[in-house]
């Protein structure tokens, strides 16, 4: 017998599927049927009920928040990267801005502000920041009373304007109408626990107040990732690479007054790319003497561990007023006056009290030793897995006691080839050589500060850049102070270095330093800036960094024939253009 067709031609299936249902069916008994005529129904049914059920409600709209920092070291950016991404965990849209491409007007424009801001120097905002604290501290400042804020300053208690900068935008933004969602908090050197903690809090606070709220069904990814934070298993501060030494070159002739060296120290297996410009961490090791003589003034002489804590963990030389006021509480001495510090080191304070302070009051008053950073005298397209530093060793007599450097005297003297130094990298994407291969390039760096130099003319030369170069380079003496003369003079003849000027400051009766090579050389300097040239300055921050800044100023209102306030502002267009950086400490 025929089996009866039981779906229609008209179905809404195709051909081959109606046969396909027909074989089920047509084969099915009448309880298989009704069990699929039930299924089938309440399928039908769930989906009409899920069709009209109201919409899911929207995840709740993410808070836009900006981190703004200002720094010179990088650790002020690197904290505002951590804020970043903790923001974003709890339900913040964040955006972080250097000061150096914002302005106050754009800020208080911003309904959420944290900012995370370092003071270098002496109570300086660092370099990049300085046209936006300037802009901010004017009369005609921007109001901020649309503004949420919080302000986390870092600094250094060894300089007496302490988180200085800080604290002076805190009250800024206060005073223009801005709402402080949280006391600044105000960071030394070990910074990294009490700035996480306020970033925590805060964000908590802030997020109460704006109605950002974290949403458990989102992963967040972070796919942002800056300069610090682009290899996460390269060495770091706390995660240093043994990097062996092998290289430990006296540059310095055997009558120089001074004691520079070239330290060459391989990267093989460390993971570190750098480029010209950045700078290497090193982890210095204290002066065993030093430390011993620490260790017997405080009564815990013997202590083998304190010992190696003070050696390798702990700063025994820097003294700062906190420190002299805990001593004094400890001992039951009188607080020295601020005057007493100047020029004085732990030591100095000790011997006030001798052998009154237990291992854990010692180990508590003493402040982390951080590390020292070096200017790379190389470029990876010349040397390959190698970083060359140039040292100067640090000494000095003060208060009646030889002083030394830690870290330059660690590297210098107690290093040799074969040893090894604690290295990471810190890059400095804002002292880069320019993009342009043929742009033309001025380099002043007397001392060590020739160091960056060194690795910009290695890359040109590697690169075959075409722009010509410039270096202007200062020491002592001539005789016994010119550092690698025999390269630079090779660069000379090769014609990569298009001028050289030297200035050797005990080679006359009177002192001559690069600032006067500048002023010597001004019309040309002058025809070299207009030619869109990018001039470079490397080397001490307390004296040359000013003193070649003035020598600018005099060169551009002589040669342009205007006047002083005429000059500081075409030096500041030439800064804005990012063709007058600074690599000074």
Not at 109 to 126: F, K, S, Y
Not at 363 to 389: M, N, Q
Request: hydrophobic share 40%.
């Amino acid at each position: 017998m025929k089996t009866a067709v039981l779906l229609p031609s008209s179905a809404p299936f195709a051909a081959d599927q109606i046969d396909a249902l027909n074989g089920v069916i047509g084969a099915a008994s009448a309880e298989q049927r009704a069990w699929l005529s039930g299924f089938l129904a309440g399928l039908q049914a769930a989906n009409d009920s899920r069709a009209a059920a109201p919409p899911a409600a929207p995840p709740a709209k993410r808070v836009p928040l900006t981190i703004l920092f200002g720094t010179e070291s990088g650790n002020a950016e690197a904290l505002a990267n951590q804020a970043r991404k903790a923001a974003s965990k709890l339900g913040f849209a964040p955006k972080v801005q250097d000061m150096a491409d914002f302005t106050p007007a754009q800020a208080a424009g911003v309904e959420n502000l944290l900012i995370v801001a370092a003071t270098w120097g002496e109570g300086d905002p660092p370099q990049r920041a300085q046209d936006f604290y300037e802009s901010l501290m004017a009369n005609g400042a921007p109001r901020f009373e649309k503004t949420r804020y919080a302000v986390l300053a870092l600094g250094d208690r060894a300089y007496a304007q302490f988180c200085e900068i800080g604290r002076r935008i805190d009250e800024r933004l206060a005073a223009l109408g801005g709402a402080r969602i949280a006391d600044r908090i105000e960071c030394d050197v070990d910074y990294e626990t009490p700035a996480q903690g306020w970033i925590d809090q805060t964000l908590q606070r802030l997020g109460a107040e704006a109605g950002a709220a974290g949403d458990t069904s989102v992963i967040h990814v972070d796919f942002v990732r800056s300069g610090s934070e682009a290899e996460a298993d390269q060495p770091t501060r706390a995660r240093p690479f043994a990097a062996e030494i092998i290289e430990h070159v006296r540059l310095s002739g055997s009558r120089s007054t001074s004691d520079t060296y070239h330290v060459g120290v391989s990267l093989e297996g460390s993971g570190i790319t750098y480029e010209p410009g950045d700078a290497l961490g090193v982890v210095p090791r204290n002066d065993p003497a030093l430390v011993d003589a620490i260790l017997d003034t405080a009564g815990q002489g013997g202590d083998a561990a304190l010992r190696e804590t003070l050696t390798q963990r702990l700063d025994i030389t820097t003294l700062t007023a906190p420190q002299a006021e805990t001593f004094a509480r400890l001992t039951g001495t009188e607080v020295p006056p601020a005057d007493w510090l100047a020029g004085r080191q732990v030591i100095d304070l000790l011997e006030r009290a001798p052998g009154k302070l237990s291992t854990e009051q010692l180990t508590a008053l003493l402040r982390p030793l951080t590390p020292r950073y070096y200017s790379i005298a190389s470029s990876r397209k010349a040397v390959g897995e190698e970083a060359h530093l140039l040292v100067g060793a640090v000494r000095y007599r003060s208060h009646d006691r030889d002083r030394s450097g830690v870290a330059s005297v660690d590297i210098t003297e107690r290093s040799r080839a074969g040893g090894h130094l604690h290295v990471f990298l810190r890059p400095n994407p804002h002292f880069r050589l320019p993009a342009e291969p043929d742009r033309k390039v001025i380099m002043v760096g007397p001392g060590t500060g020739l160091a960056p130099f060194r690795g910009f003319l290695q890359e040109r030369e590697a690169t075959g850049a075409q722009g010509a170069n410039w270096l202007l380079f200062g020491h002592r003496n001539y005789t016994h102070d010119f550092l690698y003369q025999l390269e630079i003079q090779d660069w000379v003849k090769s014609g990569l270095l298009s001028r050289l000027d030297v200035a050797f400051s005990r080679d006359q009766p009177e002192k001559r330093y690069v600032q006067h090579a500048l002023w010597d050389a001004r019309r040309d300097l002058y025809a070299w800036l207009k030619d869109g040239a990018s001039l470079y300055v490397c080397g001490d921050a307390n004296a040359m960094a000013r003193d070649v800044h003035a020598a600018l100023l005099r060169v551009l209102a002589d040669q342009g024939n205007q006047d002083e306030d005429a000059a500081k502002a075409e030096l500041d267009a030439i800064r804005r253009d990012g063709r007058y950086l600074r690599d000074v400490y």
